[in-house]
């Protein structure tokens, strides 16, 4: 499938306006200024995921937060880091340092608040927004190599997956993930369908953004 360039843009507004949002509440959180970024995102087929991940990541270890979704639109959004760097983050975040006896449980327990907050920020966005209903599970911590992140789930191949370069800057430290969000079939084209909605009037046509997408 491929995207129009209004709805590449949309998309990207939208993820930006979520992870906004997951930034000021986590700056609140650790009293430290922190800044999320989407610099692009991408559209993926299902066979296309695994060597994308791959290449990005070249082979790193990675840690993974998972929350799914489900309503106007179902699927399952991901948050995921090179174990480096997630460790690095929690280390910012809690001031644990590595060689900690404790770290790896406040690591999942960190990175679990921390990919709930984003994930729920993105999620929350496209719903709000597009005015969909979205219900959401408890989030869950996976850590493993590309291959076994992709085996412990079932992606079926008329799926459709939707990647967010991420990128944490904390106290000048730069760290880079993902966020995966996979739709199951027919989801993603009810939310390219709410999107097209939005655009319905003339109006909003006219101005080239729908009012209630704009923020400053």
């Given amino acids: 499938m491929n995207l129009t360039v209004d709805q590449i843009d949309i998309l990207q507004e939208l993820v930006n306006i979520g992870v906004g949002?997951?930034?000021?509440?986590?700056?609140?959180?650790?009293?430290?200024?922190?800044?999320?970024?989407?610099?692009?995102?991408?559209?993926?087929?299902?066979?296309?995921?695994r060597p994308e991940l791959k290449k990005r990541f070249n082979g790193d270890l990675l840690s993974t937060v998972r929350l799914n979704f489900?309503?106007?639109?179902?699927?399952?959004?991901?948050l995921i880091f090179?174990?480096?760097?997630a460790s690095t983050l929690v280390e910012v975040l809690t001031d644990e340092v590595v060689g900690t006896p404790d770290l790896d449980s406040v690591k999942i327990g960190t990175l679990l608040e921390v990919g709930n907050i984003v994930l729920n920020g993105v999620m929350g966005s496209l719903s709000n927004m597009l005015?969909?209903?979205?219900?959401?599970?408890?989030?869950?911590?996976?850590?493993?190599?590309?291959?076994r992140l992709l085996m412990s789930k079932e992606l079926d191949a008329n799926a459709?997956?939707?990647?967010?370069?991420?990128?944490?800057t904390i106290e000048q430290l730069q760290i880079a993930g993902d966020i995966i969000l996979i739709f199951k079939v027919?989801?993603?084209?009810?939310?390219?369908?709410?999107?097209?909605l939005a655009f319905e009037s003339d109006d909003?046509?006219?101005?080239?953004?729908?009012?209630r997408f704009r923020y400053s």
């Fill in 21 to 49: 949002r997951a930034a000021g509440v986590l700056n609140e959180m650790i009293g430290s200024p922190i800044c999320l970024r989407i610099p692009y995102i991408k559209l993926l087929s299902p066979p296309e995921l």
């Fill in 70 to 78: 489900s309503g106007a639109f179902s699927g399952t959004a991901e």
């Fill in 82 to 85: 090179p174990t480096e760097s």
């Fill in 131 to 147: 005015a969909q209903h979205l219900e959401y599970s408890l989030p869950t911590y996976v850590e493993g190599m590309v291959d």
């Fill in 160 to 168: 459709s997956v939707f990647l967010a370069h991420t990128r944490f």
């Fill in 186 to 196: 027919g989801s993603f084209d009810a939310m390219l369908k709410a999107i097209e």
């Fill in 204 to 211: 909003e046509r006219d101005s080239g953004c729908p009012e």
